[in-house]
Nanobody, 123 residues
Framework: DVQLVQSGGGLVQAGGSLRLSCAYS????????IGWFRQAPGKEREGVSC????????YYADSVKGRFTISNDNAKKTVYLEMNSLTPEDTAVYYC????????????????WGQGAQVTVSS
């Protein structure tokens, strides 16, 4: 079965940077999307960015465009989310998620989830 193991996160000052990692395994064919989501206290889970395994297509939410970069290292089977120019509004638990043959940032459409990582940005 598909498994996702996250690493990274932590506490950073506003304007700083963090990198999240999502190590994946168990895909049986190469047509899947890995996405990053975040959930702040009292808010719904929202899509941040996703990347397609088949064509490398990438999506960013407007709130992170130009500041976050998603990448997929196929050799290491790891997807990264590089986060720069962080603001307190980026504070949330960040999750990676995956699904076959999918191109959406609707959390309900993803079956496979990482364990989550807290990102806290202080002002």
């Amino acid at each position: 079965d598909v498994q996702l193991v996250q690493s990274g996160g932590g506490l950073v000052q506003a304007g700083g940077s963090l990198r999240l990692s999502c190590a994946y395994s168990g895909f049986v064919y190469n047509d899947y999307t890995i996405g990053w989501f975040r959930q702040a206290p009292g808010k719904e889970r929202e899509g941040v960015s996703c990347i397609s395994s088949s064509d490398g297509n990438i999506y960013y939410a407007d709130s992170v465009k130009g500041r976050f970069t998603i990448s997929n290292d196929n050799a290491k089977k790891t997807v990264y989310l590089e986060m720069n120019s962080l603001t307190p509004e980026d504070t949330a638990v960040y999750y990676c998620a995956a699904e076959y043959a999918l191109w959406t940032m609707m959390p309900s459409e993803y079956r496979y989830w990482g364990q989550g990582a807290q990102v806290t940005v202080s002002s």
